[in-house]
């Protein structure tokens, strides 16, 4: 009955390698016309033998299905569950199949804790992550090759409302020397009274089976961070944790997606799943930690196309 953007995605990190997957299953619904809403299915490969590979297709939204108070998503058969993703994207002469299974490493997530978070306008485009650290199982095949995938490290999300002009997402739990680690962070910039304000910051840091949230109001009027089209600089501190760090890419680690709003304005989304990242961590008044990774997840997304970043879907 009105315009809508609500996305599930799953990306999961080739431990040994500089592969990663990203697949998506969107809603997207126009303001002026929302009764002819659409469902898009979209597959991205990174660091095949050929480059990265992105495919997309978009049904009618009659044509597709979702669950309601679960994990569960089928668009053109591309079906998303809580312990298995299966499917094929064909675009643009491109293909990425996928079987897939999904171990849940944790139980009783969310990144915004608080109801108005999900009821409430602000923020505009909000985030939660049902499976934040998950191992991935099964076979991705991209143009005819092949990937076996063993325990890669990986994640589900869920997004929704209508994408920030500018604003950045980064999520790892595949570090060199930090498999007790997840870290998911996020940065947007608002209009207010037609000023687009300073980038707000909220973070959940998982460690050694802890979770620790620095994403309330207090947590993000304290918080820091900058942004440039490859990079993300951010500091948080809470009660019990503190970290200071960046997640970075060179041009040729991006993907480059259209993004569209209900109100008819394509973002870019600069979107790279093989992005460094180097991050120091204290958690309790411990020692700091020195946390580092070519595997974080890492997206940026703008208004301004002169970004140098190659557009694909």
Known sequence: RRGHVESWFLKANDPASHRAVWL????????????????????????????????????????????????????????????????????????????????????????????????????????????????????????????????????????????????VWGHCNAWDDGDDVVLEGASGRVRAAGVLLPLRTGFVVRHHGTTYRLSDLKSVARNRSSLTMRRWRFRGQGPRVELEGEMWGETDDFVGLFYTNPDGATLHCLNSKIAHAEVTLRVDGRAPRLLRSTRAALEIGTLDPQHGVRMHV
């Not at 469902?39 to 490969?45: D, P």
């Not at 569950?81 to 969310?110: F, K, N, P, Q």
């Not at 650290?133 to 099964?138: C, E, K, L, S, Y």
Request: glycine letters at 12%; aromatic letters at 12%; charged letters at 20%.
């Open 24 to 167: 998506k299953w969107t809603i997207w619904a126009g303001d002026r016309a929302p009764a002819k809403a659409v469902a898009e299915a979209w597959a991205v490969a990174f660091g095949t033998s050929r480059g990265h590979v992105a495919t997309k297709t978009t049904v009618p939204f009659e044509r597709a299905t979702f669950a309601r108070g679960a994990l569960g998503a089928t668009i053109d058969g591309c079906v998303l569950a809580a312990d298995s993703a299966r499917g094929r994207v064909e675009s643009g002469g491109r293909a990425i199949g996928y079987d897939l299974t999904i171990h849940s490493l944790e139980a009783g997530y969310r990144f915004y804790p608080a109801r108005w978070m999900y009821t409430g306008p602000v923020p505009s485009q909000k985030t939660v992550s049902p499976i934040p650290n998950a191992r991935i199982g099964g076979r991705v095949e991209v143009d005819g090759e092949t990937w076996d995938l063993d325990a890669w490290p990986g994640m589900v999300g869920h997004n929704w409302g209508r994408h920030t002009e500018s604003y």
